[in-house]
Structure formats: structure tokens, C-alpha cells
């Protein structure tokens, strides 16, 4: 028998009307079956300062997790710059290299993609989603970011999420959401 692919999760965020909210669905799939419905994928960090959320398997995002808030104690607090290191350790790092995961970070100035191959990315529109879900949502948030301009943050990323779980099977309504402080 093969390697079990794991598929879960959608994450999104979104800076809009001067907040930064993101947010993920629950759910955790194991070859065509829901391993877990409530996983929370979405971290504060730094007093809320900060919020992450990851998407791939668990055990990898977290040890990127561990190592991004290393990377932020080291960096006093700087998000980018500790994305930045977090990125050159990926690339360099065997072990790293093979982790099978990605993050999302924001803070109240940006949000930045950590991509799984060491790549740190700020996504046009100030919309920023990885997942199995990704480009429902991300789809979602730049049409109610265009044509509804007055909804908050939050809601566009309520609303996307809930689109994406619609759509995508390996994405839930189970939704944890988190607004940067």
C-alpha cells in the first residue's frame, strides 16, 4: 500500500477597510475519508500581533510553526525578515526540505505566503489563501473585496470560507478566525 496522500484545509486572509483577519477551515482528510473535523489551523502569536495558519500535513506545519516563532524571538518581532530566514533555512535545511506544508502570516502591516518550496510570497489584492480550498476562496474574497467594499474583513473571510467548503470536499464549515491585533 502506498503513501496516504493527506488533503485538508483552506486558509485565507485578507486585509481590508484597515483590519487583518485570517481564517481556516477544520477539517482533516486521509485518502477519501475525514480523518478530523475541528483541527485548528489558525495560530496567534506575539500577543496576537501575529497570526499564522497553516495548510498540509500537521506534524510539518508545526515544526515550521516552532521554527517561525524561533526565527521571530531571533528577529525581535520582525515578520518579514523572520519569514525571509524561515525561507533560506527551508531551502538549505534536508530535513526542512521535505516537510509537506505551507503558512500563511500576517501582521497589521502585510501578509505573506511561506510556500513549500521555500518561497516567500506577498500576494496582489492583499488577499493571501493556501489549501486544497485556496482558489475558491481566494476567488471569493476578490469579488466580495471589489463589489462589496463595505463588508469587513472578517465577513469576506467568513463568507469565502463558507464559499470554499461549498465547493471543495477536503474544506469544512468548521471555521476558526482570527483578527490581527
Known amino acids: 500500500m502506498g503513501k496516504i496522500k493527506i488533503r485538508s ?13 485570517v481564517g481556516a477551515d477544520g477539517q482533516a482528510t486521509m485518502g477519501s475519508y475525514v480523518a478530523k ?18 495548510a498540509g500535513s500537521t506534524a510539518d506545519a508545526f515544526t515550521l510553526l516552532e521554527r ?9 518581532g520582525n515578520m518579514k525578515r523572520s519569514a525571509i530566514e524561515l525561507a533560506k533555512d527551508w531551502r538549505m535545511d534536508r530535513y526542512l526540505r521535505k516537510l509537506e506544508a505551507m503558512l500563511v502570516v500576517a501582521n497589521e502591516e ?4 511561506l510556500s513549500g518550496t521555500g518561497d516567500v510570497l506577498e ?3 492583499q488577499i493571501a489563501a493556501i489549501g486544497s ?13 471589489k463589489h462589496a467594499p463595505t463588508m469587513s474583513a472578517e ?27
Open 9 to 21: 484545509t483552506t486558509v485565507l486572509a485578507v486585509v481590508h477597510n484597515g483590519e487583518v483577519v
Open 37 to 54: 473535523s475541528n483541527v485548528k489551523k489558525i495560530r496567534s502569536l506575539r500577543e496576537g500581533k501575529i497570526v499564522t495558519g497553516f
Open 68 to 76: 517561525f516563532e524561533e526565527k521571530l524571538n531571533s528577529y525581535s
Open 110 to 113: 502585510e501578509v505573506l505566503v
Open 123 to 125: 500576494p496582489d489584492n
Open 133 to 145: 480550498g485556496a482558489m475558491y476562496a481566494q476567488s471569493a474574497a476578490y469579488a466580495l473585496k
Open 155 to 181: 465577513d469576506i473571510v467568513r463568507e469565502s470560507l463558507t464559499i470554499a467548503a461549498d465547493i471543495c470536499i477536503y474544506t469544512n464549515h468548521n471555521l476558526v478566525i482570527e483578527k490581527v491585533k
